[in-house]
Structure formats: C-alpha cells, structure tokens
C-alpha cells in the first residue's frame, strides 16, 4: 500500500510540472542577423510567424518590404515608429513601383502582430510578428527554407506618407 501511495505523489509531482510547463519550455529563439547599409534586420521563423526586429539610425520611421515584385510593387510592407513609449506599426502593400497603402484600406486586414518600438540612443528599433501565411491577398506567403528579396528603408520623420531617407534591398533566407 505505502509504494502505491509513492508512485501516485511521484506521478502527481511529474503531471504538475508537466501542467505548469516546467517540464515543455521551448528553447529561445535563434534570430539570423541581416546589415544592410547603417540598418540592422533581424529574423526568425517561430512555428507558423516570422518575428522581425529591425533598427535604424533614425527617430522616424522604419520599414521592410517582402518580396516585391517592381520596385515597390507586389510588396508586403510592415512600416512604424516609436511614439515614446507605444509602437505605431502599419501593415501595408505596394500598389505601384512608388505607393504603398495600408492594407485595411485595400480590404485586406493588419495581419501585424506584437508590436514593439523603442528609441535608443543611436536610433530606432522595431519589432513585430507576422504569420508566414495569413490568408490577406495584400500579404505575401512566405516558406522557411526559401529566399526572398527585401526592401529596408527609413525615414527622417514619423509621418509614413514621407519620403525614405535611405533604401536598400538584400536577400532574406527564412
């Protein structure tokens, strides 16, 4: 009787770590580093998203675009700023070689998701997740595995509408 009592603490021990999820933590997250000019794109597939954290050296705005297909065009953007201590991030699509528009303005959706922003001595840095597919024509669906071009910019405002201050394009394998 006092071994059956034992086992059932120690099954009982082992399920409540495995319910508080002591026993399932995951491993932190590898993030791959991209420099393209005086910016910083960093990235890491997690399941089903694409987490981003990308820094300019810039109190304005920030953006990427994923895999354009002309300039601009074709391009699913994230665009944002950080105002003090709150995150404005947009998720946008290029409509021409020089437009973008917001996606929710289009009929599609803001599939951005965790959104951060912070002003650091040097300048900018913004983070967000994004789902690889979301389903909104106005994203792209992206495969880890695969490589695609991408568009880093910034701006030397917060006004999203203004033109970029710098551009640079690089190849982002996911």
């Known amino acids: 009787m006092q071994k059956m009592i034992a086992m059932a603490i120690g099954c009982g021990c082992l399920l409540a770590g495995a319910i508080s999820g002591q026993a399932q933590e995951k491993p932190p997250i590898a993030f791959q580093t991209l420099h393209a000019g005086e910016m910083v794109f960093q990235s890491a597939v997690d399941g089903k998203n694409l987490r981003v954290k990308i820094f300019a050296p810039t109190t304005g705005w920030i953006a990427v675009g994923f895999d354009p297909k002309s300039m601009m065009k074709g391009a699913n953007f994230v665009i944002g ?94």
């Open 81 to 174: 700023y950080a105002e003090g201590s709150q995150a404005v991030i947009e998720d946008q699509f290029g409509v021409s070689s020089f437009h973008h528009r917001r996606d929710i303005e289009l009929g599609g959706k803001d599939d951005v998701l965790e959104k951060s922003a912070g002003i650091l001595p040097n300048g900018t840095e913004i983070g967000f997740t994004i789902p690889l597919d979301s389903g909104d024509p106005y994203d792209k669906k992206l495969e880890a595995g695969k490589t695609y071009k991408i568009i880093l910019a910034y701006g030397k405002t917060t006004d999203l509408s203004k033109r970029h201050k710098k551009k640079y394009t690089a190849d982002l394998k996911l």
